[in-house]
């Protein structure tokens, strides 16, 4: 199976190595473009390990601290990728 590759625009692109969740959570934050996601769109996924999986990787990612109410009232982290990432041609696997 194929999978999307991506690299982080910088002096040197360099090709990112992601898990499947780490990937997800890219092309979810490229989608969402400057607006971002959140935990609270994700229930029961743990979206702050592929945040750091990510970063880890070199990708930075903002995050926004907002208020929400309700039972259990609080914050949550709002997620915005600011690197400027290039996705690569899918390469085949060789059959």
Do not use: W
Request: one cysteine or more.
């Amino acid at each position: 199976m194929s999978c999307p590759r991506y690299t982080i625009e910088a002096t040197e692109p360099s090709p990112l190595t992601l898990t499947k969740r780490a990937r997800f959570f890219l092309e979810e934050l490229l989608a969402a473009g400057g607006e971002g996601i959140t935990t609270v769109d994700y229930p029961g996924v743990r979206v702050g390990d592929a945040i750091h999986k990510l970063r880890k990787a070199g990708v930075v990612i903002e995050t926004k601290y907002e208020r929400h109410s309700g039972e259990f009232e609080g914050s949550h982290g709002r997620y915005v990728l600011r690197s400027k990432i290039n996705q690569l041609p899918i390469e085949q696997d060789a059959q």
